[in-house]
């Protein structure tokens, strides 16, 4: 049992000196990571803010529209409503003229002839007629119209601290004062 102890004596004598570099390591970071935390700050007094500007190309889509004539043939389909009164009515005519089989051909000769004479009285001598005539037709086409815009791309800031005058790029107006991280570095 005393070799047991002993032996832990002399693990804990070896390992302190390890142990204590640690702990004085993690303490050294901790002082380093709150200074990290704490980073100093100060203002300077803005002199003068200057946009930069830069070209960009702009395409809008642009809407032509114009009428242009048309030719159009139509054709108009005549009505069929006269030669079907015509065949009537000369079917009847036909049909009072005759007697026994003479009375059938009558009525069908009756019938041909009231329909011709019927469908030319009301659609004339042809049966279409065909009519050239100008229709506007509007046709319409979308082109890009191309522009150069300038648009601000940042801004030059020049500034004041401590007496010195600097220069800087910024992407935005910082206003009347900049602020400034402030960096100390130990001399040695």
């Avoid at 000196?17 to 901790?30: R, S, Y």
């Avoid at 003068?48 to 642009?62: A, G, I, K, L």
């Avoid at 043939?73 to 003229?97: E, K, P, T």
């Avoid at 319409?140 to 790029?169: L, M, S």
């Amino acid at each position: 049992m005393k070799s047991i102890k002993s032996t832990w004596v002399i693990i804990l004598i070896l390992l302190s000196p390890t142990l204590m570099a640690d702990h004085k390591q993690k303490h050294q970071h901790k002082e380093f990571s709150q200074e990290r935390h704490a980073q100093q700050f100060d203002f300077g007094r803005v002199i003068e803010v200057e946009p930069v500007y830069r070209q960009v190309r702009v395409s809008n889509p642009v809407k032509e529209c114009w009428d242009e004539p048309v030719q159009h043939s139509g054709s108009q389909h005549r009505s069929a409503g006269g030669m079907l009164a015509g065949g009537l009515l000369g079917g009847i005519v036909g049909h009072q003229i005759g007697d026994g089989r003479g009375k059938k051909l009558a009525t069908a000769v009756g019938t041909i002839v009231g329909a011709q004479i019927g469908h030319e009285a009301v659609n004339g001598h042809s049966s279409t007629s065909t009519e050239q005539h100008t229709r506007y037709q509007e046709h319409c086409e979308v082109r890009h119209q191309v522009n150069f815009e300038e648009v601000i791309d940042g801004y030059r800031v020049t500034y004041k601290y401590r007496g010195d005058r600097y220069t800087i790029n910024m992407p935005y107006d910082p206003g009347k004062r900049i602020k400034l991280r402030i960096q100390v570095t130990p001399v040695i």
